[in-house]
């Protein structure tokens, strides 16, 4: 058994580009798809968030329309109260990446808040670049790729290619107008190649260490890509 990180979203909101707040945090699925991919293969998983908090559900992602019905939501929801690493977080900060053998980014807006600005998150994420250890990034997790710069002020996504939340997604999603920058273009502004697919269809990235999803429906591809790198 091996031990595999969740770095998870701590916002509860997403500031927009009018100042308001909008609710949001984690994405349910794509906490709860590889998360019971990775223990179904007997791994064991450890959630980490900025500061240690308990991280916040995206209300929206257990909706029927936002889950893919009704069965779903309640599916989703069941599960989240039921995965006790959720309510137990440790801190980024306190994180020992040599524990674990990969480390998986779930999305949701709230890494747009509080993942592409946590220097802890980014030293970790250099880190686990340097050590080739495999990594999954999925949806608006990508955000946290931002600010994971090392010491030569390099990206170290810079050059590779990826995917997450198109541009396309976040129109039909209703927020590309109010988002104060939209993340297929912070991206491809550090130098990554953004491979996108058909909006809302399943669409995985891997290169060398690095597996990335596009979107919600990527999340379990995603899980099984790292599940791959596992061995």
Known sequence: ??????????????????????????????????????????????????????????????????????????????????IAQLQNPIRIEDVALDDYAAVYYPGGHGPMEDLAVDKDSAHLLVSAMRSAKPLGIVCHGPAAMLPAVDEHGTNVFTGFRVTGFTNVEEEQAGFADKAVWLLQDRLTGIGAHFQEGDAWAPNVVVDRNLVTGQNPASSLDAARELLKKLG
């Open 1 to 82: 058994m091996s031990k595999i990180l969740f770095v998870v979203s701590g916002a509860q909101y997403w500031t927009l580009k009018d100042g308001s707040k909008h609710p949001t945090g984690y994405w349910a699925e794509e906490v709860v798809a590889p998360f019971d991919e990775f223990t179904a293969a007997g791994h064991e998983i450890t959630v980490a968030t900025p500061g240690g908090v308990i991280p916040t559900v995206d209300q929206r992602s257990l909706t029927p329309e936002m889950a893919g019905g009704q069965e779903s939501a309640d599916r989703f929801r069941q599960r989240l109260a039921g």
